[in-house]
């Protein structure tokens, strides 16, 4: 088993930045993909950014340029750092991990909110 933990979210003016950080615990040794996705309402869940064990990284066309994954040097934390907001970009981010076997493991997520 995995647990995710997601925290960060805040309201921000368009423009403004913000860093999500997502915490992981347990079985993580077979881990091989983390990411982000977000869920606005009335849209489906969509993918932001991912990134994988050996550190390809991949970002939705809306966000590259303004937004960033990483992951921390223990490699249980891993983070989206939100540049350039925009109204569009509120939802609520969800951080996901995908093990060996293709099970795939959610957060509670956490609200983005960009407005003025």
């Known amino acids: 088993q995995v647990q995710l933990v997601e925290s960060g979210g805040d309201l921000v003016q368009p423009g403004g930045s913000l860093r999500l950080s997502c915490a992981a615990s347990g079985s993580l040794v077979s881990i091989n993909v983390r990411g982000w996705f977000r869920q606005a309402p009335g849209n489906q869940r969509e993918l932001v950014a991912t990134?994988?064990?050996?550190?390809?990284?991949n970002y939705a066309d809306s966000v590259k340029g303004r937004f960033t994954i990483s992951k921390d040097i223990t490699k249980t934390t891993v983070y989206l750092e939100m540049n350039s907001l925009k109204p569009e970009d509120t939802a609520i981010y969800y951080c996901?991990?995908?093990?060996?076997?293709?099970?795939?493991?959610w957060g509670q997520g956490t609200q983005v909110t960009v407005s003025s």
């Open positions: 996901n991990a995908v093990n060996s076997i293709g099970k795939v493991y």
């Open positions: 990134i994988t064990r050996g550190d390809v990284i």
